[in-house]
T-cell receptor, first 115, second 110 residues
Framework: GAVVSQHPSWVICKSGTSVKIECRSLDFQATTMFWYRQFPKQSLMLMATSNEGSKATYEQGVEKDKFLINHASLTLSTLTVTSAHPEDSSFYIC???????????FGPGTRLTVT | QKEVEQDPGPLSVPEGAIVSLNCTYS??????FMWYRQYSRKGPELLMYTYSSGNKEDGRFTAQVDKSSKYISLFIRDSQPSDSATYLC??????????FGQGTRLTINP
């Protein structure tokens, strides 16, 4: 399967600060990147879809000014949680899309805790 | 009604048992069906991928898709304690966003 990395794996930050999460596809070039959020004991919820070099498309209810997505290259995408609040504490998972395949692979996830 | 329905469990079975996990869906346009395994605090790991109807086998795992009934299944034979995880079904119409089931928490008891 595809190799996807995320960094950091776990981050704790204070309320009001910003946190950047990186996602890298290590063995293919991802023209599309999906970002998901997962609360405890719940399924994955799609937050946004981004195509390389374009603005991200956000799902209903996801604030685009709060969750900034940058997909500047085919192997790197970042998600920045701005002015984080405790309710943003969650597990964030990226999924780069290999344009030559239909199956989707996921990163190992980043656990964000906002105090 | 959710697009994809999956019994959240929890499901607990003894080691060596055959496990059956299922999802139903309402969107007849779904063509691609996947099963993921997710351990606690880890990203989902792709287990099985099926296109359209039919069966697919990989080791102890068998995936079945019945598009006429809008029903998919994952069977795990000779279940092991290491199979204890949450299993998520997911599906899509094409190279588009996945729609996930709620996930089933499975525990295999030694």
């Amino acid at each position: 399967g595809a190799v996807v990395s995320q960094h950091p794996s776990w981050v704790i930050c204070k309320s009001g600060t910003s946190v950047k999460i990186e996602c890298r596809s290590l063995d293919f070039q991802a023209t599309t990147m999906f970002w998901y959020r997962q609360f405890p004991k719940q399924s994955l919820m799609l937050m946004a879809t981004s195509n390389e070099g374009s603005k991200a498309t956000y799902e209903q209810g996801v604030e685009k000014d709060k969750f900034l997505i940058n997909h500047a290259s085919l192997t790197l995408s970042t998600l920045t949680v701005t002015s984080a609040h405790p309710e943003d504490s969650s597990f964030y998972i990226c999924s780069p899309q290999d344009p030559l395949a239909y199956e989707q692979y996921f990163g190992p996830g980043t656990r964000l805790t906002v105090t | 009604q959710k697009e994809v329905e999956q019994d959240p469990g929890p499901l607990s079975v003894p080691e060596g048992a055959i496990v059956s996990l299922n999802c139903t869906y309402s969107n007849s346009a779904f063509q691609y069906f996947m099963w993921y395994r997710q351990y606690s605090r880890k990203g989902p790991e792709l287990l099985m991928y099926t296109y359209s109807s039919g069966n697919k086998e990989d080791g102890r795992f068998t995936a079945q898709v019945d598009k006429s009934s809008k029903y998919i299944s994952l069977f795990i034979r000779d279940s092991q304690p290491s199979d204890s995880a949450t299993y998520l079904c997911a599906m899509s119409e094409g190279a588009q966003k996945l729609v996930f089931g709620q996930g089933t928490r499975l525990t295999i008891n030694p």
